[in-house]
């Protein structure tokens, strides 16, 4: 399979200038299974980086330039990474810095990992064995560190561990369902943006460990804004997987909302009776939540063919909804039976089904509608899934 090396540079030419050889010579030649080649992503550096990789391009025909014009790491990773997929056919791209703080003798332990059927293999500075540069002060360690804790607590993913780390594999057919040119950083967040999604797409992760080396040639390009910038990369990333409960929360509301018309106007003007009444109140907002999850909150998953017909869904639904006035009816027979009619909050004498029944809501009725609506009615679960296969059947 063809792998490329993708190094981003910027002011490198010190660099540069024993990277490539080191690893032509040396490194890649020791990966034989595959296909080898350097895509050098250089953004017009002014030191003159360009001249020494056109140099090293007359003697090895696998060193790729590509240039552009400085807008940051991850407009510049953007680029290349489509570049490596649409030009060069990359079955995988490895993410590589130029200034030898990844050691290049890395390298073929991460292409063994994808050779064990990893789809996205993380050279990780946080698992045994790997580590920070030992000259780091406590500041900037607990600064690098923090950066990763802050996306693993917001996402609530703590299977990996290193999630800022500059130095991965990852197989072509999931970075091509990533939208590499609205990243929501052209800088050094970008990475964050591009674990998330593949993540998300289910990608079999691993991470081995890695020591980082402190930088010898050139200076770092880092700086302070990039952490902030992260933390709103994370925080709009979790947004954007929220909006389904966002939704689903909203069209709760709608309900009650049309419950209350629907009740009201069948009885003052139509003149039902009122247990008839409420009962058109209740299913007919039965009825518009579930048309408005269907085509909004859950539109997405129309395609899926594992789940049933929007006629069975809508019975499921109705059967859902009666599942929770069961569950309503059941948590204030058992609290009166346990706390009797009223209870005491703070001195004050309330009714128990009033006292129970907005908890009863809130902690059982919503999330587990929620789980209902995802798992068995719209089978969220077969999205994953669909994305991948969709993918084999294209390669
Ligand atoms: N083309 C291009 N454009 N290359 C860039 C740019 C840019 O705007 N900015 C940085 N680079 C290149 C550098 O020339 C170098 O090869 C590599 O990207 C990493 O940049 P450094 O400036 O050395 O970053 P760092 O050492 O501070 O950060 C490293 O560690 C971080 C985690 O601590 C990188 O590996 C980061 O990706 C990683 O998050
Ligand atoms: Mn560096």
Redesign the pocket.
Known sequence: MKIIVI??????KA?IEKMVPLLEKDILPRIKNHQMGILI???S?PDGTRGVVEKYMKEYKNLFLLE?N????G???AR?MRYAIDKLDAYAVI?????F??DPHDLPRLVAAMDESYDYVIGS?YIPGGA?PKEWGLHRKIL?KF?GLFARIVWMNFSIHDI????KLTKSEYLKKVDLEHLYSK??AY?LHVLHDVVKMGAKVKEIPII?YE?KE?????NKKESFESMFVVLRLKFDDSVRIIKFLFVGGTGFIVQLLAQEGSARLLHFPDSFAVGIGAEMAILSNFLINHFWTFSDTHHIKESSSFWMKLVKFNIASLGSIIIQVAAIWLAELALGPNMHIYGFMVKTRIAILFPAIIFLVIPLNYIIYNKIIWKTQYLKKNLIVEENRVL
């Open positions: 190094i981003p540079t910027y002011n490198e660099n992503a250089d953004d550096s552009g400085k807008e940051g790491l407009a510049a990773y290349a993410e590589f810095d130029a200034d703080q990844h500075r920070i690098s950066g800022t780390s500059g130095f800088a050094f990475k980082f930088r050139g200076v770092s390009k880092i």
